[in-house]
Every structure is written in C-alpha cells, then in structure tokens.
C-alpha cells in the first residue's frame, strides 16, 4: 500500500515562495507519475502539476504560469513543489497523489496524502 506524506505548508506574504515536499513509501516510487492537487476554501480539488517517474513529462494548471516548478528525486522516493510568486488565490490545502498513467485527472491517480496546508496573506 503506498503511503504519502506532505509537509512543508504555512503562511506565507504575497509573492513569497514555499516548497512542498511529499514522501512516497509502499511500493516502487519509479512506478508512478506524481502529481499536486490543491483545494481552496469552498472550491473543488484541482490539478495544479504532474510530472512521470522519469522526468520525460510533465504538464502545470493554466494558473501556474511559470510560478511552481514540480521535481522529483527518485533516489530519496520524495517529490517537490518550488512555488514562488504566490498570490492570495493560491490559498489552498495542497495535495499529492500517485497514479501509474500520466494525466491531470484526479480521478485516475491512486493515492493521496493527507494535504499541507497554505495560506498565502498580507
């Protein structure tokens, strides 16, 4: 069963930066396409990043804009989200999930950590 862990949320000023991290254990990390999903207040989960076991793919949300940057270390079964340039609208609880295809449909990814929180305010 694999198991994920997020860690890294808080609060943070608008335009400030925070990176993500979340701990695959459970099975073999290079098996699976790892993506981010976040859920603001009063809002639906959506697709914020994925990117494949081996680096070869990977695609952001519209509203990322160039300002979050998905990476993975496979040697440490961990994977990131380097978020800089954030905005009010970016408050959310950020989630990360695994799946065996790659795609920004939440309902094909498998599993799902327990979210980290960030809220980004003046």
């Known amino acids: 069963q694999v198991q994920l862990a997020e860690s890294g949320g808080g609060t943070v000023q608008p335009g400030g930066s925070l990176r993500l991290s979340c701990a695959f254990s459970?099975?073999?990390?290079?098996?699976?396409?790892m993506a981010w999903f976040r859920q603001g207040p009063g809002k639906e989960r959506e697709f914020v990043s994925f990117?494949?076991?081996?680096?070869?793919?990977?695609r952001d949300a519209a509203f990322v804009e160039g300002r979050f940057t998905i990476a993975r270390d496979n040697a440490k079964n961990t994977v990131y989200l380097q978020m800089n340039s954030l905005k009010p609208e970016d408050t959310a609880v950020y989630y990360c999930?695994?799946?065996?295809?790659?795609?920004?449909?939440?309902?094909?990814?498998?599993?799902w950590g327990q979210g980290t929180r960030v809220t980004v305010s003046s």
């Open positions: 999930a695994a799946a065996h295809r790659y795609t920004p449909d939440k309902d094909e990814y498998e599993y």
């Open positions: 459970g099975r073999v990390f290079a098996e699976y396409t």
């Open positions: 990117l494949t076991w081996d680096r070869s793919w990977t």
